[in-house]
């Protein structure tokens, strides 16, 4: 890991903003403090650090529903040594959203990250049996396609009807919660 530059420090992280990863790293810093830099992947956060473009990555490790979080550990584990040192806890807890006129009764496809529909299969099953899963790099990579393609007018073109997000996103984004407290 380098160190620190003069001023404040950069910090990659699993983004968009409003990620369960930048509230971990809100624990850690404040923005006011350091420079967020969001990436699009746990690699890319990790590989931040080795190339020297941030001087410390925030990402998952462990899930407590579905244990090591593959895609962190397989980037620790090749490249160039990094240290860990800090350990931070977020309670967990996702909000069923859509955009601006969708009806929880409309939702047949939910993007989630694999992470997320695992941390709440038992509730979709219970709530929306039948449900797809679409695939999302990240916990708010949906909401921010879901307040893009309503500003533009084209939320029937996306290949999903509603998202599994962190709460704050919700606001963030300017989508509807459909459900709150959505999680095993």
């Known amino acids: 890991m380098s160190a620190a530059p003069q001023g404040r420090p950069r910090y990659a992280y ?81 909000t069923l959203a859509a955009a601006p006129g969708v009806a929880l009764a409309d939702v047949r496809r939910i993007s989630a990250h ?22 999302a790099t990240s916990n708010t990579a949906p909401a921010a396609l879901l307040d893009q393609a309503s500003a533009e007018g084209r939320v029937a073109d996306l290949p999903f009807d509603a998202a599994l997000v962190p709460p704050p996103a919700v606001e963030t984004y300017g989508l509807t919660a459909l459900a709150h407290d959505v999680a095993d």
């Open 114 to 135: 694999p992470h997320a529909w695992v941390q709440c299969r038992r509730w979709l099953a219970h709530h929306l049996p039948g449900v797809v899963h679409v695939p």
């Open 14 to 94: 699993l983004g968009p903003a409003g990620t369960f990863t930048e509230a971990a790293l809100r624990q850690v810093v404040s923005p006011d403090d350091a420079e967020y830099l969001p990436q699009a992947d746990v690699s890319a956060a990790i590989d931040a650090v080795r190339t020297g473009a941030a001087d410390f990555a925030v990402v998952a490790i462990e899930s407590t529903v579905e244990g090591g979080v593959t895609a962190t550990l397989d980037s620790l584990a090749g490249g160039a040594p990094l240290v860990l040192l800090r350990e931070v806890l977020v309670p967990v807890q996702f």
